[in-house]
């Protein structure tokens, strides 16, 4: 199975960009992408958005972004799986290049969540839900991770001041990430102090939401050893659902679909928790990163908290997360932030993140979640002399 490499990235910081529009917002991610792969060869574009036809008024983001972006003509397609869709739109691409059909694809998440303010972007957010059993009665994301949350506390006897880690390890990283929106520290005394958005869940419990732009861009990996000095591999990818509805899991504490589609990109890889690196999860509430852990295999069911009670997420801890401050600190950019996290990835691997470094990084997970957890994307990195321990499996990607 043809083998697909990371060739460029670009980003814009991540803040209420009001002043720019989507398709300006898009140019920025991808100019610096293509400068970085020093190349304009694209044969097919893929957009990762998720509300733009709600909060910007604006859908049909395939054409629009290829036709400013000097592009015109070009195959191009906006994916939407919630806030994975830029994780999503990667794995459409990795697919599209193992076709044969294309041979360099550029990926861009872009999304703009401050375009409207208070009931507009709860309503918009909402359906992400299921609308006939959640979102109908008043349920907001934020609502059901506050469900998840306080099952969490009952079942392990614990309390919110326990998760704090994980917030004030993301605002750590993101101090020194000049992308992000949040670079300050966050005093432990302030997490479980925080106001109240959905009991348990307070401010400082969940991820900002913000503008951004985030692109890659994608190609053989024999031909990106001709192409790139530093290109990064893509090991492992697999996308996988579960239901949207909350109440018709067996188990809300177990993301299945996370633990699946990570089961199979790591796998693909040829590799095992054990030899992870570092892991962008999706923390768009603390609840999801601890559940995310447990899912992915990196702690057992309720003890994925102690992870980032005992500092093992820290840049030099067992399992490295939100290196650059992930969606807690950096900025939850919608449909971009699974791109996002796949440029974070790279920066890490190619030895380029600066203070937000991981000493000795070869292997990075990244995982995106859509919604509660109804869809999850996960895409395994390496850089390209990288050999896993053990062979990967035959059924690749």
């Not at 990371?6 to 100019?31: F, K, P």
């Not at 694809?105 to 009931?119: I, Y």
């Not at 890659?216 to 790139?228: F, G, K």
Request: glycine content about 10%; aromatic content about 6%.
């Amino acid at each position: 199975m043809t083998n697909v490499s990371i060739i460029g990235i670009g980003q814009t910081e991540v803040r209420e960009h009001w002043d720019t529009s989507l398709r300006h917002l898009a140019w920025y991610a991808i100019e610096a992408a293509l400068d970085d792969a020093i190349t304009t060869d694209i044969d097919a574009i893929y957009v990762g958005n998720m509300l733009a036809g709600s909060l910007s008024r604006q859908d049909h983001l395939g054409a629009l972004i290829a036709d400013f972006a000097g592009m015109r003509g070009r195959e191009a397609i906006t994916v939407e799986a919630a806030d994975a869709s830029g994780a999503a739109a990667l794995r459409q691409a990795v697919l599209a290049i193992q076709s044969g059909l294309v041979q360099t694809a550029l990926v861009v998440g872009v999304e703009k969540m401050t375009d409207q303010t208070g009931s507009a972007i709860g309503h918009a957010l909402a359906t992400t839900l299921d609308q006939d059993y959640e979102a109908v009665q008043g349920a907001t994301p934020a609502a059901l991770a506050a469900l998840m949350m306080r099952r969490y506390l009952h079942t392990y006897g614990l309390q919110l001041a326990d998760f704090a880690g994980f917030s004030i390890n993301a605002h750590r990283n993101a101090a020194h990430n000049p992308y992000a929106l949040f670079r300050h520290p966050l005093p432990p005394e302030r997490f479980a102090a925080g106001t109240l958005v959905a009991a348990p869940v307070t401010l400082f419990d969940q991820a900002p939401l913000a503008d951004g732009a985030a692109a890659v861009i994608v190609t053989h990996s024999e031909r990106a050893m001709d192409m790139s000095p530093h290109p990064v591999r893509i090991a492992g990818s697999a996308l996988a659902t579960d239901t949207l509805a909350l109440h018709d899991r067996r188990d809300i504490l177990w993301l299945a679909a996370a633990a699946e589609s990570a089961q199979k990109a790591m796998r693909h890889a040829g590799i095992t928790p054990a030899g992870i690196h570092l892991f962008e999860l999706h923390d768009a509430y603390t609840i999801l990163a601890a559940l995310s852990l447990e899912a992915c295999g990196f702690a057992p069911p309720g003890q994925g908290w102690q992870l980032a009670r005992d500092g093992q997420i820290g840049l030099d801890g067992r399992i490295p997360i939100s290196t650059f401050g992930g969606l807690k600190a950096r900025g939850h950019a919608g449909g971009a932030t699974g791109v996002y996290q796949i440029v974070e990835l790279a920066r890490q691997l190619r030895g380029e993140a600066g203070e937000c470094q991981v000493p000795g990084a070869r292997v990075g997970l990244a995982q995106s979640l859509g919604g509660s957890g109804g869809t999850a994307v996960t895409h395994v990195l390496t850089i390209d002399n990288f050999q896993p321990p053990f062979s990967a499996q035959a059924d690749r990607f």
